[in-house]
Each structure stands twice: as C-alpha cells, then as structure tokens.
C-alpha cells in the first residue's frame, strides 16, 4: 500500500523554522488541495458508471442501454459524460501537481539555483543532488503514466479532445468506456478503457506522493543539520 505523503510534518516544520513562511505554506497548501481535488475527480469518475457496467461483462441489454432504446439510455449517457469530465479532470489535476511540486522542489531546495520562472520538473530533476528525491523523479519522468499524462493533457488543451466511445467487446467480454488512442510529438499513445486510465494516472499521482515523502526526508534532515538546501 502506497504511504501518504506527510504534508503536515513539512508544514510544521516550516513554520518552526522559516522566516518567511507564508509562500511555502501556500504551496504546500495549494499541493495538498490539489490532491484532494484529484481524489475528487477519481472517485466520481470511476463510480459514474458502477451502476452500469457492475460486472463489466458484455450481454446484449447493455446494446440496447447504448443504443439509446433502453429506459437506462438517458441516464447512462449522464453517467458517460460524468466519467469522461472526470477523467479528464483527473489527469489535468495531475498534470498541473506535477508543476506545483516542482515549484515546490525549487523553494525548499533549489531557490538560489533556479528561477521561479524557468521551474518545471524536469529542470528541477536535473539540478537536485543524487538522492532518493531524484531517483522518485527519474522513475516518474519515464514512466508510462507521466508521459501519457503529459501527452493528453497538452493534446486535450492545445489541439482537440481525445474522443471516448461506448464499447461492447463480445470477443473480450467486455464493455464500458474506452478513449481513442492519439499522437503526440511523433509517439503514438495506445487506447484505453477508462478505468485503466484511472489506475495509471493513479499510479502516476502516488509517485509524486512518495517523492513527497523523500522531500520531506531532504529538507528536514539538511536543515536539522545546518547544512544549505
């Protein structure tokens, strides 16, 4: 089970030791609203459908539901549309913690080294020293979930909406909510039913959240030290 990341802990330990708390503790805030907010939208996504698709086995009445013949159709295409807003939600709300936390990165560690406006993960990653924090990162800027992240939310807010579809699969037996795969700066990104969408973003999320936990372990520990961030 993936630990939580102790914000608190960060927060109580800045405002006992920073002068000039109040940026930081509206960060640190602003990353643990954003959280919530991504729980929010999870949630709400992977349960729009639940009394749809229970068993998410294929049979011929969920035709019918899709179709727009069945009493349920009105109601099921509410309940698609809350999945997709949703979905898309999620995924921006990591997409925009992965910058909040690299603001974050760079306060507490990297303020005198690089500019507020020249901040994103990337930079951050490369400029931290060789740490458990770094290797979170390493691991999270490869992983399939960041870049399929990162390649939705700018195709969906730069270009056009990737398109979902209602999908009976009799072969699979399976049915549910599946997004189109898209191209990217030249990569192809395959398609996916919603809810392995929502386990990969999840999964995407609980690394910043242990990355969290390993900056908290940096920061405490070099300023309990007296040694420079």
């Known amino acids: 089970m993936n630990e939580p990341w102790n914000i608190e802990q960060l927060?109580?330990?800045?405002?006992?030791?920073?002068?000039?708390?109040?940026?930081?503790?509206?960060?640190?805030?602003?990353?643990?609203?954003?959280?919530s907010i991504f729980r929010y939208h999870f949630f709400?996504?992977?349960?729009?459908?639940k009394d749809f698709f229970a068993n998410q086995e294929a049979s011929p009445e969920?035709?019918?539901?899709?179709?727009?013949?069945?009493?349920?159709?009105?109601?099921?295409h509410s309940a698609k549309l809350a999945n997709k807003a949703n979905t898309i939600a999620a995924i921006y709300t990591v997409r925009s913690?992965?910058?909040?936390?690299?603001?974050?990165?760079?306060s507490l560690l990297l303020k005198n080294s690089l500019k507020i406006e020249h901040c994103n993960i990337h930079q951050v990653k490369d400029m931290l020293v060789d740490s458990d924090l770094k290797n979170c990162l390493n691991i999270l800027l490869s992983s399939q979930g960041f870049l399929y992240v990162n390649a939705?939310?700018?195709?969906?807010?730069?270009?056009?909406?990737?398109k979902s579809n209602s999908l009976i699969d009799f072969q699979d037996n399976k049915i549910g909510v599946k997004f189109h795969s898209f191209e990217y700066r030249k990569k192809e990104f395959p398609s996916f039913w919603s809810e392995d969408i929502l386990?990969?973003?999840?999964?995407?999320?609980?690394?910043?959240v242990k990355a969290g936990n390993e900056l908290?372990?940096?920061?405490?520990?070099?300023?309990?030290?007296?040694?420079k961030p």
């Open 97 to 106: 913690l992965y910058d909040l936390f690299a603001q974050l990165v760079r």
């Open 62 to 76: 969920y035709v019918k539901i899709i179709i727009g013949v069945s009493e349920k159709s009105e109601s099921y």
């Open 152 to 162: 939705f939310a700018n195709t969906s807010k730069h270009r056009c909406l990737i």
């Open 216 to 227: 908290n372990k940096l920061y405490i520990s070099n300023n309990q030290h007296g040694s």
């Open 11 to 35: 927060r109580d330990f800045i405002q006992a030791s920073n002068q000039e708390e109040q940026n930081l503790l509206d960060l640190i805030n602003s990353v643990d609203e954003s959280i």
């Open 44 to 49: 709400t996504a992977r349960d729009a459908l």
């Open 199 to 208: 386990k990969l973003i999840l999964e995407t999320k609980n690394v910043i």
